[in-house]
């Protein structure tokens, strides 16, 4: 008999002999251990419920670092927050860790707070933009397109990655897969991070189109993760067969969830995706969050949170940078 059941349960002869005693001393036992358990249920409740807050589609705002990188010394932050908008090229809880001392970094140099805006979809953050209620963003090379053709936004820098400022489209399946080519997975479950994803859907949907196949019907099933990391995750634990992501994403993802995977090509290389502003950005706005970036290499601080993102500094974008989606985008319009 189990030591709880025994607490619970006195022996059969004591029972008989000292019934009443055993219900004084088992009843407050029971309520102690009933009261013990749901103390620990109310307590993984709650602790959720500050998870999902923590990573809701507008993050609270955080305090800015005391002193800006590239500044020469403590600033008093005042006035709105800046609003800094990330799409979820990566999932809530990687975006929340991985750009929120950027946020306030940028923030602080300007002499503000700074706040992290996560959308669920690319189509949310440029939204976000297109309304005037983000200060700034960093969205798809595809989104950036269309919010620069629909509204005007503004391209402030680019990250460079590896001595680059460019990336790929990679097809993934997985590791025990015997597909060769992307043609090899008819019929399969596909899943993308955003249907206005350059890596995760324009380039594929134009491969298959272009080779007589239609995206819309060539799968089982073509669902959206929310993000890269998620959907390189969906195919190494099983939840889809094949999956088209942004190749620094899967570069940074953990070895043993890469190992469950395998690259089945990769694309020609494309733009990296910018740091933008809204059209309702000023001039010296503009300017002001555009040194920010430039110089965020040059301090200790800089240093350390472009590191952590993995970008050794951020440059203005050539004027050719994104021709080649650009023509991508040609080729998705005269497929359809």
Not at 13 to 21: C, F, K, L, N
Not at 88 to 108: G, K, M, T
Not at 303 to 312: F, G, K, N, Q, T
Request: hydrophobic share 45%; aromatic share 6%.
């Amino acid at each position: 008999m189990s030591p709880l059941r025994r607490l619970l349960m006195p022996d059969e002869a004591e029972s008989r002999g000292h019934s009443s005693i055993g219900l004084r001393v088992g009843l407050p036992v029971l309520v102690l251990v009933a009261g013990f358990v749901m103390a620990l249920l109310l307590t993984g409740l709650m602790s959720r419920v500050a998870r999902d807050r923590a990573i809701e589609n507008i993050v609270e705002e955080q305090p800015a670092e005391a002193v800006p990188g590239n500044a020469p010394g403590a600033r008093a932050l005042a006035g709105p927050p800046l609003r800094f908008a990330v799409a979820p090229v990566l999932s809530p809880e990687s975006s929340l860790l991985r750009y929120q001392r950027l946020a306030d970094h940028v923030a602080a140099g300007m002499g503000r707070h700074g706040q992290l805006l996560l959308q669920s979809s690319y189509v949310q953050t440029n939204e976000l933009l297109r309304e005037g209620r983000c200060d700034l963003a960093l969205i798809c090379t595809y989104a950036f397109l269309r919010a620069r053709n629909e509204f005007a936004v503004r391209a402030l820098a680019v990250p460079r990655v590896k001595g680059k400022i460019t990336y790929h489209s990679v097809i993934i399946t997985s590791a025990d897969s015997r597909a060769t080519s992307l043609l090899d997975l008819e019929g399969k479950r596909f899943v993308t991070a955003d249907e206005m994803s350059t890596t995760g859907w324009l380039y594929p949907a134009v491969w298959l189109r272009e080779r007589a196949r239609d995206p819309g019907s060539f799968f089982a099933s073509v669902r959206t993760t929310g993000s890269h990391d998620l959907a390189v995750k969906a195919v190494a634990f099983g939840d889809a067969d094949c999956a088209a992501v942004h190749s620094l994403v899967y570069e940074q993802m953990p070895q043993d969830v890469r190992q469950r995977t395998r690259v089945l090509s990769q694309s020609q290389e494309f733009g990296m995706p910018p740091v933008v502003v809204p059209p309702s950005a000023s001039a010296t706005e503009v300017e002001h969050l555009r040194e920010e970036f430039l110089t965020l290499h040059e301090s200790v601080a800089g240093r350390e949170i472009l590191a952590s993102l993995d970008i050794e500094r951020f440059v203005v974008p050539p004027p050719e940078l994104y021709r080649d989606v650009e023509e991508l985008v040609r080729r998705f319009e005269e497929t359809r």
